[in-house]
T-cell receptor
Framework: GENVEQHPSTLSVQEGDSAVIKCTYS??????FPWYKQELGKRPQLIID?????GEKKDQRIAVTLNKTAKHFSLHITETQPEDSAVYFC????????????FGKGTRLHILP | DVKVTQSSRYLVKRTGEKVFLECVQD?????MFWYRQDPGLGLRLIYF???????EKGDIPEGYSVSREKKERFSLILESASTNQTSMYLC??????????FGPGTRLTVL
């Protein structure tokens, strides 16, 4: 089955700097890679996702890159702001639609003033 | 807007009690999931269902069962609650575009 590793577990960056969170996956059949953000006391919410037919996707200050050969994908947040402080989860899902989504263990991002 | 609701935000039960956690979604989604969230362990899949009366074990199904009698409702059952089942339980409903919509969570404490 799929296994998703996420690093780092905790990340502190100065406000305005960039943050990068990295994930690796084990199942080469995985074709869908979402990222979820969970603010303190709230439910996780999808912020961006990427499918295996593209290598990069951007949405304003957030971007995700995918390297299928190396089986890793990354979340990039530029010009970080205080509201970016949260726990971020990466996930991967294989081609069969009945397959479950496997989440990484999460990264707690702290934006320092 | 997709709405996923869970029956309780906070629940306190005693060891050995039978516990029901309910999740309801209003978007006619076929796939629904139950996770537990613990510090440092992320989101771990307990059970999921891709159709009425269908269920599949996730990564940590021991001590849990589920019920999906209607498409909109997915229930998680703790047959005999134990202290190691104290956790945050999150339900999710999945759209056709694969987006998971999470409920607000139920923080269960087993004494």
């Amino acid at each position: 089955g799929e296994n998703v590793e996420q690093h780092p577990s905790t990340l502190s960056v100065q406000e305005g700097d960039s943050a990068v969170i990295k994930c690796t996956y084990s199942d080469s059949a995985s074709n869908y890679f979402p990222w979820y953000k969970q603010e303190l006391g709230k439910r996780p919410q999808l912020i961006i996702d990427i499918r295996s037919n593209v290598g990069e996707k951007k949405d304003q200050r957030i971007a995700v890159t995918l390297n299928k050969t190396a089986k890793h994908f990354s979340l990039h947040i530029t010009e970080t702001q205080p509201e970016d402080s949260a726990v971020y989860f990466c996930a991967a899902r294989a081609m069969n639609r009945d397959d479950k989504i496997i989440f990484g263990k999460g990264t707690r991002l702290h934006i320092l003033p | 807007d997709v709405k996923v609701t869970q029956s309780s935000r906070y629940l306190v039960k005693r060891t050995g009690e039978k516990v029901f956690l309910e999740c309801v979604q209003d978007m006619d989604h076929e796939n629904m999931f139950w996770y537990r969230q613990d510090p440092g362990l992320g989101l771990r899949l307990i059970y999921f269902s891709y159709d009425v009366k269908m269920k599949e074990k996730g990564d940590i199904p021991e001590g849990y069962s589920v019920s999906r009698e209607k498409k909109e409702r997915f229930s998680l059952i703790l047959e005999s609650a134990s202290t190691n089942q104290t956790s945050m339980y999150l339900c999710a409903s999945v759209s056709a575009s694969d987006t998971q919509y999470f409920g607000p969570g139920t923080r269960l404490t087993v004494l």
